[in-house]
């Protein structure tokens, strides 16, 4: 491994442009339009950005939140969505929708708690739901006139017949174990097209057969059991949406690897490419990672998390030992699949060296992309409650929860060590010497390598242009569909037994 020490880079802190900072202005005194009956409006609020990552990662694909519940919108309910992410700046209010639906996560809880009041100021009634609704409901019913806590495809339909009859009610619950089959197909004819690399966020199954102590479906009172669309379903959804590249947002594709060949085999004669998110455990199948590639799979999302064994297994994941990770990262290679490594930083077990023996691991292993997490306790969760029994974390200031940065304190360094051995982390990934160590070995493959690392990794400037001038999907597109044609020209010689080199695939595969 090279020997890589942190002190190499001297630590830049970049520039945050305003609006990648802070949410558009709400001016109390603005009036109103008259409320428009039966009109939904649905609200993804504004979250600052990390100046260390990149803004490109925030247009790749939307959530699939506010479109599945807009796809269980009566027809008689005209239907909004507005992504403060967008640049576009604040939502509409001429006319003033009869309700406006709001999703919300910790890191923007506090906009979208804004949000809230500004509306049902003017007589909107607003409802608030999503991942923090159901892990903080007492923090977040305040804010609202009614909250809902699980699934919003079961929900929203009754929300909305509620304030029909003039009887909204302040609270609504719902499981997640209802036909995962039987739910419509998420709306994504709502979406502005122009503004992301791809609409079609694809989502094939929920839960996990993991439960990380940190994860987020470790949740207190989130029960998500593991649940599978029809293939036939998944692959009608990406046809119908007319583009050449999906993103699944499930936590994990791989969870079932029965299911997931059935899902390769409907999606294989589609000719189009997918990226997902994997534990590294399905490389266990080498023959199921060839017929993911065969079926379009140019990249994957693996949460390696840790280096350490003694982290995993102190998070309660189960995972091959680390050891073996490279020979695992080899097989995706083998097949032309591209490898987004996701890595958290500051666990126990963590000492200040984590940083550079990450990086160095990760060029060693010529990741293409890599995502870093400063670790983050979510409430409700068994690693919030460790911490909060240990007396270690700094605050409970949410929008600060978002993995970027120090919000505990960490055994074996301080939190600002943390804090810049994250930073450090970015910054050497992203150089230009940790790009061109990371270059694929096909000679051929490298300017499409090169043109797509400069896009995503070093164009921050760039990006918010392209957000706010809609090009963000123009900009993409050639490179997808180049990347798409190699691919589908690959896919006689992947599908026979022999690997093939990393020469396919350039886009970036999406992650969080
Ligand atoms: C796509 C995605 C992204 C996209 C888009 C994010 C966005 N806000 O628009 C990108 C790549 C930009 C992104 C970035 C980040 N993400 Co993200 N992301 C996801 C991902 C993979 C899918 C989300 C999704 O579509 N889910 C499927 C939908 C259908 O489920 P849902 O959102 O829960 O919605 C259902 C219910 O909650 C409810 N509901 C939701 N909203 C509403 C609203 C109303 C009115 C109603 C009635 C119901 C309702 O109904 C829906 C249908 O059942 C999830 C993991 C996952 N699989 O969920 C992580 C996840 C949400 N992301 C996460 C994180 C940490 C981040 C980042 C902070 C990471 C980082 N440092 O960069 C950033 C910043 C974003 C932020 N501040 O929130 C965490 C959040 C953890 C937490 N407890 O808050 C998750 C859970 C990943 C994880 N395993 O930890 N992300
Ligand atoms: S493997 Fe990933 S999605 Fe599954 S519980 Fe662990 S962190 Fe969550």
Wanted: include cysteine; charge should be positive.
């Amino acid at each position: 491994m090279p020997a890589l020490r942190i002190t190499k880079l001297p630590l830049r802190r970049p520039r945050l442009p305003r609006d990648m900072a802070y949410p558009p202005h709400l001016d109390h005194s603005t009036q109103a339009g008259p409320i428009e009956p039966r009109y939904a409006l649905l609200i993804n609020p504004f979250y600052p950005k990390d100046p260390h990552a990149s803004f490109g990662k925030h247009v790749l694909t939307p959530a699939l939140s506010l479109t599945s519940i807009a796809a269980a919108t009566p027809e008689h309910w005209k239907v909004r969505y507005w992504d403060e992410n967008l640049l576009d700046g604040r939502p509409p209010y001429d006319p003033l929708p009869e309700v406006v639906g709001i999703t919300v996560h910790l890191t923007f809880a506090k906009r979208a708690f804004e949000l809230a009041e500004w509306y049902r100021r003017r007589g909107s009634k607003v409802v608030l739901g999503g991942l923090h609704v159901l892990s903080c409901p007492e923090e977040c019913a305040p804010h609202a006139d009614s909250i809902a806590l699980g699934d919003g495809v079961v929900l929203w339909p009754r929300i909305l017949a509620g304030i029909e009859a003039g009887a909204l009610q302040p609270r609504y619950s719902a499981n997640y174990d209802s036909d995962y089959r039987l739910d419509p197909p998420p709306r994504r004819a709502i979406l502005p097209r122009r503004s992301f690399l791809t609409t079609t966020s694809l989502i094939a199954t929920r839960g996990c057969h993991n439960r990380c102590g940190f994860c987020y479906l470790a949740t207190d009172g989130l029960r998500m059991p593991y649940r599978m669309r029809d293939p036939s379903q998944v692959a009608a959804e990406f046809e119908a949406d007319g583009q050449p590249y999906a993103v699944f947002v499930d936590n994990n594709l791989g969870s079932n690897r029965r299911y997931l060949r059935a899902l390769c085999e409907a999606l294989r004669p589609l000719q189009k490419i997918w990226s997902a998110a994997v534990s590294i455990d399905v490389t266990d199948d080498p023959a199921l990672i060839r017929a993911m590639a065969v079926a379009g799979c140019t990249g994957v999302f693996v949460g390696f998390e840790s280096l350490a064994d003694e982290n995993l297994a102190a998070a309660g994941k189960r995972t091959p030992k680390t050891a073996d990770y490279a020979r695992r990262c080899r097989i995706f290679h083998d097949y032309g699949i591209q490898v987004n490594g996701s890595f958290v930083v500051g666990f126990d077990h963590d000492r200040k060296d984590v940083f550079a023996r990450t990086a160095a691991w990760i060029e060693e292993n010529r990741l293409e992309c890599a995502t870093f997490h400063i670790l983050t306790p979510y409430p409700a969760t068994p690693l919030f409650r460790q911490m909060e029994s240990e007396n270690r974390l700094l605050h409970r200031d949410w929008p600060l929860y978002d993995t970027a940065h120090a919000v505990f304190r960490p055994r074996n360094m301080s939190p600002q060590e943390l804090e810049e051995g994250y930073a450090w982390l970015y910054q050497r990934l992203f150089s230009h010497a940790s790009i061109w160590r990371r270059r694929p070995s096909g000679w051929q493959a490298v300017p499409a390598y090169v043109a797509m690392s400069y896009l995503y990794k070093r164009s921050n400037w760039l990006w918010r242009f392209l957000i706010r001038q809609h090009l963000v999907h123009a900009v993409w597109s050639p490179l997808v569909e180049l990347t798409r044609l190699r691919h589908v020209s690959r896919r006689q010689r992947l599908s026979g037994e022999e690997s093939c080199d990393r020469s396919q695939m350039n886009i970036v595969t999406a992650g969080v």
